[in-house]
């Protein structure tokens, strides 16, 4: 079973929180992945510029960073283990002012702490293919509910 932790630093993010782990979970499950563990962080445009400047030279605000563990995360019962995929980072005032969509964002890190990437357009085709995919299959759960 998959484990979606999600963590606001302000209570004005707490809102957001119910429908980010249902959107990463569903996403898990349309990727056929089980035992996942993913951290996502809802934080202010000053904590994600402070960590876009720390971890990726870069002293501007943006959308979503995504940190991969590559590590394995026990817990309870202990004898359960779990694949710690990694941290996600968003930002959900930014991605407002810009007219983005945040469950979307959310997907493109967890894509990224799965592997995938954009660099090239191979990849960009595969990634933006799955994204279309994983957004389709939450659109027609959340017309049957």
Avoid: C, W
């Amino acid at each position: 079973m998959n484990q979606v932790v999600v963590l606001s630093s302000s209570r004005r993010f707490n809102k957001l929180e119910r429908e980010l782990k249902s959107v990463i979970t569903s996403a898990l499950i349309y990727l056929r992945r089980s035992s996942a563990y993913v951290e996502i962080y809802l934080v202010s445009d000053i904590m994600m510029k402070s960590l876009n400047s720390r971890f990726r030279g870069r002293r501007r605000v943006t959308n979503v960073l995504s940190f991969n563990m590559n590590k394995d995360f026990f817990n309870s019962p202990p004898k359960v283990l779990h694949k710690h995929l990694g941290e996600i980072y968003l930002t959900p005032d930014y991605i407002r002012n810009r007219h983005e969509d945040l469950g979307y964002l959310a997907i493109h890190g967890l894509l990224h702490l799965l592997g995938y990437a954009h660099n090239k357009k191979r990849d960009r085709i595969k990634m933006e293919s799955l994204e279309s995919g994983i957004l389709r299959r939450l659109r027609r759960f959340n017309r049957k509910a």
